[in-house]
Protein backbone atom coordinates (compact mmCIF):
# COMPACT_ATOMS: atom_id res chain seq x y z
CA UNK A 1 0.00 0.00 0.00
CA UNK A 2 1.56 3.46 -0.67
CA UNK A 3 0.87 6.69 1.23
CA UNK A 4 1.22 10.22 0.27
CA UNK A 5 2.68 12.18 3.16
CA UNK A 6 2.54 15.93 2.94
CA UNK A 7 4.06 17.72 5.59
CA UNK A 8 7.00 20.57 5.98
CA UNK A 9 8.67 19.85 9.52
CA UNK A 10 11.33 17.89 9.10
CA UNK A 11 11.41 16.17 11.89
CA UNK A 12 7.91 15.01 12.02
CA UNK A 13 8.14 13.99 8.33
CA UNK A 14 11.04 11.74 8.84
CA UNK A 15 9.36 10.23 12.38
CA UNK A 16 5.98 9.42 10.43
CA UNK A 17 8.58 8.25 6.90
CA UNK A 18 9.87 6.20 9.65
CA UNK A 19 6.97 4.79 11.65
CA UNK A 20 5.24 3.96 8.05
CA UNK A 21 7.98 2.41 6.56
CA UNK A 22 8.15 -0.13 9.35
CA UNK A 23 4.26 -0.74 8.83
CA UNK A 24 5.06 -1.91 5.37
CA UNK A 25 3.79 0.93 3.86
CA UNK A 26 5.47 2.62 0.43
CA UNK A 27 5.91 5.76 1.20
CA UNK A 28 6.26 9.50 -0.74
CA UNK A 29 7.22 12.07 1.15
CA UNK A 30 6.17 15.90 0.13
CA UNK A 31 7.71 18.51 1.71
CA UNK A 32 5.35 21.48 0.29
CA UNK A 33 2.23 21.12 -1.56
CA UNK A 34 3.27 21.89 -5.07
CA UNK A 35 5.47 18.63 -4.94
CA UNK A 36 2.35 16.73 -3.40
CA UNK A 37 0.32 17.75 -6.16
CA UNK A 38 2.71 16.69 -8.60
CA UNK A 39 2.70 13.19 -6.82
CA UNK A 40 -0.78 13.23 -6.77
CA UNK A 41 -1.80 14.17 -10.98
CA UNK A 42 0.89 11.85 -11.90
CA UNK A 43 -0.59 8.67 -13.78
CA UNK A 44 2.20 6.81 -12.53
CA UNK A 45 1.36 6.19 -8.85
CA UNK A 46 -1.69 5.25 -7.20
CA UNK A 47 -2.26 6.05 -3.71
CA UNK A 48 -3.84 4.12 -0.69
CA UNK A 49 -4.22 6.82 1.74
CA UNK A 50 -3.04 10.46 2.38
CA UNK A 51 -1.55 12.55 5.58
CA UNK A 52 -1.71 16.11 4.26
CA UNK A 53 -0.35 18.72 6.96
CA UNK A 54 -2.55 21.61 7.38
CA UNK A 55 -0.14 24.54 7.12
CA UNK A 56 2.26 24.01 4.45
CA UNK A 57 4.53 26.12 1.49
CA UNK A 58 2.90 26.49 -1.42
CA UNK A 59 -0.35 25.00 -1.74
CA UNK A 60 -1.77 24.55 1.91
CA UNK A 61 -3.13 21.44 3.39
CA UNK A 62 -6.87 22.14 2.58
CA UNK A 63 -6.63 23.55 -1.07
CA UNK A 64 -4.97 20.36 -2.18
CA UNK A 65 -7.65 18.79 -0.12
CA UNK A 66 -9.98 20.59 -2.76
CA UNK A 67 -8.16 20.01 -5.55
CA UNK A 68 -8.16 16.48 -5.10
CA UNK A 69 -11.73 16.11 -4.87
CA UNK A 70 -12.43 18.48 -7.60
CA UNK A 71 -10.99 15.37 -9.49
CA UNK A 72 -13.51 13.54 -7.82
CA UNK A 73 -10.86 11.23 -6.38
CA UNK A 74 -12.17 9.20 -3.28
CA UNK A 75 -8.47 8.86 -1.69
CA UNK A 76 -8.99 8.66 1.79
CA UNK A 77 -7.39 11.52 3.54
CA UNK A 78 -5.94 12.21 7.15
CA UNK A 79 -5.63 15.99 7.76
CA UNK A 80 -3.15 17.03 10.32
CA UNK A 81 -2.34 20.36 12.63
CA UNK A 82 -1.75 22.29 15.53
CA UNK A 83 -5.11 24.19 15.01
CA UNK A 84 -7.34 22.63 17.34
CA UNK A 85 -10.18 25.46 16.72
CA UNK A 86 -13.55 24.08 16.08
CA UNK A 87 -14.05 25.96 13.21
CA UNK A 88 -10.65 25.20 11.45
CA UNK A 89 -12.14 21.03 11.60
CA UNK A 90 -15.22 22.08 10.19
CA UNK A 91 -13.50 23.80 7.28
CA UNK A 92 -11.16 20.54 6.49
CA UNK A 93 -14.18 18.15 7.13
CA UNK A 94 -16.05 20.40 4.55
CA UNK A 95 -13.26 20.39 2.02
CA UNK A 96 -13.35 16.33 2.29
CA UNK A 97 -10.69 15.47 4.71
CA UNK A 98 -11.91 12.03 6.24
CA UNK A 99 -10.31 11.93 9.47
CA UNK A 100 -8.30 14.75 11.39
CA UNK A 101 -5.51 14.64 14.04
CA UNK A 102 -4.44 17.72 16.67
CA UNK A 103 -0.57 17.62 16.56
CA UNK A 104 1.29 16.50 18.74
CA UNK A 105 0.04 12.96 18.34
CA UNK A 106 1.47 9.63 19.23
CA UNK A 107 2.10 7.25 16.61
CA UNK A 108 0.06 4.61 17.64
CA UNK A 109 -2.49 6.72 17.42
CA UNK A 110 -2.05 7.94 13.71
CA UNK A 111 -1.48 4.48 13.02
CA UNK A 112 -4.55 3.89 14.60
CA UNK A 113 -6.44 6.16 12.73
CA UNK A 114 -5.03 5.17 9.16
CA UNK A 115 -6.12 1.53 9.82
CA UNK A 116 -9.94 2.60 10.48
CA UNK A 117 -9.52 4.83 7.31
CA UNK A 118 -8.42 1.67 5.10
CA UNK A 119 -11.14 -0.46 6.88
CA UNK A 120 -13.67 2.53 5.87
CA UNK A 121 -13.25 2.51 2.25
CA UNK A 122 -13.60 -1.90 2.04
CA UNK A 123 -14.64 -0.93 -2.27
CA UNK A 124 -10.58 0.08 -2.60
CA UNK A 125 -9.09 -2.38 -0.03
CA UNK A 126 -10.73 -5.80 1.07
CA UNK A 127 -9.26 -6.90 4.16
CA UNK A 128 -7.41 -10.39 3.41
CA UNK A 129 -6.16 -11.08 -0.28
CA UNK A 130 -6.01 -15.35 -0.82
CA UNK A 131 -4.17 -16.82 -3.66
CA UNK A 132 -3.81 -20.36 -3.31
CA UNK A 133 -2.32 -21.59 -0.17
CA UNK A 134 -1.51 -17.98 0.63
CA UNK A 135 -3.55 -15.26 2.50
CA UNK A 136 -2.49 -12.06 2.90
CA UNK A 137 -4.08 -9.66 6.26
CA UNK A 138 -4.51 -5.96 5.10
CA UNK A 139 -4.72 -5.00 8.44
CA UNK A 140 -2.10 -6.88 10.48
CA UNK A 141 0.11 -6.58 7.53
CA UNK A 142 1.11 -10.37 7.42
CA UNK A 143 1.15 -13.46 5.16
CA UNK A 144 0.26 -16.78 6.28
CA UNK A 145 0.35 -19.86 4.66
CA UNK A 146 -2.84 -22.95 5.02
CA UNK A 147 -1.73 -26.34 5.42
CA UNK A 148 -4.05 -29.52 4.30
CA UNK A 149 -5.87 -29.19 7.30
CA UNK A 150 -6.53 -25.34 7.46
CA UNK A 151 -3.75 -24.78 9.79
CA UNK A 152 -2.25 -21.62 9.19
CA UNK A 153 1.48 -20.72 9.81
CA UNK A 154 2.77 -16.96 9.49
CA UNK A 155 5.56 -16.34 6.58
CA UNK A 156 8.40 -13.82 7.62
CA UNK A 157 8.72 -11.25 5.10
CA UNK A 158 11.17 -8.21 4.48
CA UNK A 159 9.11 -5.24 4.22
CA UNK A 160 9.67 -5.07 0.03
CA UNK A 161 8.88 -8.92 0.15
CA UNK A 162 5.55 -8.26 1.84
CA UNK A 163 4.43 -5.36 -0.41
CA UNK A 164 6.03 -7.14 -3.51
CA UNK A 165 3.83 -10.24 -2.79
CA UNK A 166 0.60 -7.77 -2.30
CA UNK A 167 0.68 -6.12 -5.20
CA UNK A 168 1.02 -9.60 -7.35
CA UNK A 169 -1.64 -10.84 -4.70
CA UNK A 170 -4.00 -7.77 -6.41
CA UNK A 171 -3.49 -8.51 -9.63
CA UNK A 172 -3.99 -12.60 -9.52
CA UNK A 173 -3.61 -13.94 -13.28
CA UNK A 174 -2.49 -10.45 -14.86
CA UNK A 175 1.05 -10.25 -16.62
CA UNK A 176 2.60 -7.46 -14.57
CA UNK A 177 5.38 -5.55 -16.29
CA UNK A 178 8.84 -4.71 -14.34
CA UNK A 179 8.09 -0.92 -14.60
CA UNK A 180 4.93 -1.42 -13.52
CA UNK A 181 6.10 -2.94 -10.52
CA UNK A 182 9.15 -0.29 -9.52
CA UNK A 183 6.98 2.47 -10.44
CA UNK A 184 4.39 0.90 -7.94
CA UNK A 185 6.67 -0.43 -4.92
CA UNK A 186 9.71 2.27 -5.12
CA UNK A 187 9.20 5.61 -3.97
CA UNK A 188 9.56 8.29 -6.54
CA UNK A 189 13.02 9.17 -5.45
CA UNK A 190 14.44 6.02 -5.31
CA UNK A 191 17.88 5.28 -6.75
CA UNK A 192 17.16 2.41 -8.26
CA UNK A 193 19.25 -0.04 -10.03
CA UNK A 194 17.96 -2.11 -13.13
CA UNK A 195 17.38 -5.57 -11.97
CA UNK A 196 16.51 -4.33 -8.34
CA UNK A 197 12.49 -6.06 -9.49
CA UNK A 198 13.73 -9.39 -10.43
CA UNK A 199 15.90 -9.17 -7.14
CA UNK A 200 13.36 -8.80 -5.10
CA UNK A 201 11.06 -11.14 -7.05
CA UNK A 202 13.79 -13.66 -6.71
CA UNK A 203 13.86 -13.55 -2.77
CA UNK A 204 10.67 -13.55 -2.50
CA UNK A 205 10.26 -16.80 -4.70
CA UNK A 206 12.49 -18.07 -2.45
CA UNK A 207 10.32 -17.78 0.80
CA UNK A 208 7.35 -19.28 -1.42
CA UNK A 209 9.52 -22.19 -1.68
CA UNK A 210 9.74 -23.04 1.66
CA UNK A 211 5.57 -23.26 2.14
CA UNK A 212 5.66 -25.19 -1.36
CA UNK A 213 4.72 -21.99 -3.48
CA UNK A 214 7.91 -22.21 -5.83
CA UNK A 215 6.18 -21.63 -9.00
CA UNK A 216 3.18 -19.43 -8.21
CA UNK A 217 5.60 -16.25 -9.77
CA UNK A 218 5.50 -17.34 -13.10
CA UNK A 219 8.01 -14.77 -15.35
CA UNK A 220 6.75 -13.71 -18.71
CA UNK A 221 10.00 -13.64 -20.77
CA UNK A 222 11.01 -9.72 -21.72
CA UNK A 223 7.79 -8.65 -20.21
CA UNK A 224 7.80 -9.36 -15.98
CA UNK A 225 5.94 -12.11 -14.53
CA UNK A 226 2.18 -13.49 -13.55
CA UNK A 227 0.94 -14.76 -10.31
CA UNK A 228 -1.23 -17.75 -10.83
CA UNK A 229 -4.24 -18.35 -8.93
CA1 LIG B 1 3.28 22.63 8.57
Known amino acids: ?3 LLVEDEPDLGKAIDRTLKQEKYIVDWALDGSEAWEYLDSQWTQYTLAIFDWLLPGLSGLELLRRLRAKNSALPVLMLTAKDRMEDKVAGL ?10 PFGMAELLARLRA ?12 LQVGNLVLDCGTRTVSHLDRSGNSQIIALTNKEFQLLE ?12 DQIRNQL ?3 SADT ?10 L ?11 NLIETVHGVGYRMRN
Open 204 to 214: LRRKLESVGGA
Open 94 to 103: DAGADDYLVK
Open 167 to 178: YFMKHPNQIITT
Open 186 to 188: WEA
Open 117 to 128: LQRRAPQIQPQQ
Open 193 to 202: FSNVVAAQVR
Open 1 to 3: MRV
